[in-house]
């Protein structure tokens, strides 16, 4: 007597349809919610940039504007400048400050001279996209000297981009707020050429509406005269300290 037939069964062609549609469904739900996960932390890293480039940006300005001086200055061609101008040229304000620090030493004022600017990003200027979209970037510029010579050109930094608009007033000696800043004449009022307080007004989409006031520190152009001498007189003494030539300085060989 034979043994009885055995049958394998396997999945019919609907049960195969009907499996390969659910693994598709949930390959399809974890990839999106991958997707998801990548997105949003793409978007928090960003924001988070967005943040430290703001508080930087705010640090450098509170920096600038409460460390202002009455240094006046001397532009390319000889001629002097005020210790803070509003609107010269493409400048929104350009102004002298103390406080430049010098960890090397070098043989130079702690004085500054300081500029900011609403334009394009220098290293993007000629860019086709950066024309096309015409973003407009904070821009602070300094020179690395107090008098300037023809060929001095200032070094420039991006402090915040994408600036909808920026706005700075001037906060005279009566408390009224001036949207341009006009240094007295010296004879009669010599003893006041800064404003008491500078307010900065920023909107932008990605920041949003940003208002500040910084107070201005009574520091008279004499005063920044002989910080300046002083400074330069104690780089000097310290560069001449130190030796050329490390060698000097060491004993003879035993």
């Known amino acids: 007597m034979s043994a009885p037939t055995r049958y394998l069964h396997g999945f019919t062609l609907l049960e195969v349809l009907i499996a390969l549609s659910i693994f ?15 997105l949003s ?14 508080e930087r940006a705010m640090h450098i300005i ?56 609403l334009g394009s990003e220098p290293a993007s200027t000629n860019d086709q996209y950066q024309q096309m979209n015409r973003t407009v970037h904070l821009l602070r510029h300094y020179w690395t ?22 706005q700075l007033l001037y906060m005279d000696h009566e408390g009224q707020w001036q949207s341009e800043w006009r240094q ?13 307080a500078v307010m900065l007004k920023i909107n932008s989409q990605h920041i949003g509406s940003i208002e500040r006031v910084y107070q201005l520190t009574e520091f008279s152009a004499e005063q920044a005269k002989s910080h300046d001498r002083n400074s330069a007189q104690s780089n000097s003494s310290s560069a001449s300290q130190s030796p050329a030539n490390p060698q000097e300085n060491r004993g003879p060989k035993q």
Do not use: C
């Not at 040229?89 to 010098?102: C, D, I, M, Y």
């Not at 300037?148 to 994408?162: G, I, W």
């Not at 007295?184 to 008491?196: F, M």
């Open 41 to 54: 932390q793409a978007k928090v890293t960003a924001h988070q940039q967005q943040i430290r480039t703001l």
């Open 184 to 196: 007295a004449p010296l004879t009669s009022n010599a003893s006041k050429p800064l404003p008491r």
């Open 62 to 117: 509170s920096h600038d504007f409460s460390q202002l001086v009455a240094r006046p200055v001397r532009d390319n061609y000889g001629e002097s400048l005020a210790p803070l101008v509003t609107d010269q040229g493409s400048f929104l304000v350009e102004f002298t400050r103390q406080g430049w620090r010098n960890p090397l030493q070098l043989p130079r004022s702690q004085l500054q001279r300081v500029a900011y600017e």
């Open 24 to 38: 598709s469904l949930i390959g399809l739900a974890a990839y999106r919610m991958l997707d998801i996960v990548i």
């Open 145 to 166: 000297v107090l008098d300037r010579a023809q060929e001095s050109t200032p070094r420039t930094q991006v402090l915040m981009r994408n600036i909808d608009d920026l």
